[in-house]
């Protein structure tokens, strides 16, 4: 199916959503959003959002997003929940992206506690200053993302100046101290790999001790049949 049409499916499934509340059949209320000249998409109470021209965003409450294609940048928000084609983002206390790339979908986590929940069921923490990539489900039923890394600030640079308001001093500032409070990311990097292949090489041993104690087991399984067999032939 071409992608405009699953984006339209998916797009119309939204529009047309209905909810059930004491037996009664209530339209949900639904905003497709668009940004204004300064990128401002929406900036109420604690919210504020910013995105790129194209990018299309359904607001259901304060609180309940949809995002349908586009580059969003979510400056602030309290707890906001944002559905996306390939899961759920939900973030507190800070900023964070979700970037379109053809068919998946990069989230960059600056400074927020976000948790995504992928369509298998499986969720990740994304640290604080760190990136990956989430996508549609393979042949055995599995969500495909990437592994969690540190932002490429040199690609990022320009688009958070792009959708940023105020003055470039200002800008400079906030990104040594995003940078600054980051301290340890590549530290934090190094630990996280070096526990995944920790782990890995772990389970591979695991995988082998398993396999040589049930060759052992079944030598002696062995052993003890043929003492058995040779106890009744030659003792009775």
């Not at 990128?39 to 109420?44: D, E, F, R, S």
């Not at 294609?69 to 900023?95: K, N």
């Not at 292949?197 to 104690?213: G, T």
Request: aromatic share 10%; no cysteine.
């Amino acid at each position: 199916m071409k992608k405009w049409v699953r984006w339209g499916l998916f797009i119309m499934a939204f529009q047309m959503e209905v909810r059930v509340r004491a037996g009664e059949v209530v339209e949900a209320v639904t905003q497709t959003l668009s940004a204004n000249s300064t990128g401002v998409l929406w900036q109420q109470d604690s919210t504020e959002l910013r995105s790129t021209s194209g990018t299309i965003v359904i607001r259901q409450d304060s609180k309940s997003w949809k995002f349908v294609q586009g580059t969003l940048w979510v400056v602030q928000g309290e707890s906001l929940v944002f559905e996306t084609l390939y899961g759920e983002l939900r973030g507190r206390h800070g900023s964070y992206w979700i970037l379109e790339q053809k068919d998946r979908l990069l989230v960059r986590n600056m400074n927020a506690d976000l948790k995504v929940t992928f369509r298998d069921g499986r969720s990740l923490v994304v640290p604080e200053g760190f990136e990956f990539w989430m996508g549609g489900i393979d042949s055995k039923g599995q969500s495909t993302f990437g592994m969690v890394q540190p932002i490429e600030m040199k690609d990022h640079l320009p688009l958070w100046n792009s959708l940023y308001i105020g003055s470039k001093e200002n800008f400079m500032k906030e990104v040594v101290h995003l940078r600054e409070s980051w301290g340890d990311v590549i530290e934090t990097s190094s630990r996280l790999y070096r526990e995944i292949v920790d782990r890995q090489i772990a389970s591979e041993k695991e995988a082998e001790e398993n396999a040589r104690l049930a060759k052992l087991r079944k030598e002696e399984e062995k052993r003890r049949i043929r003492s058995l067999y040779m106890k009744k032939v030659f003792d009775y």
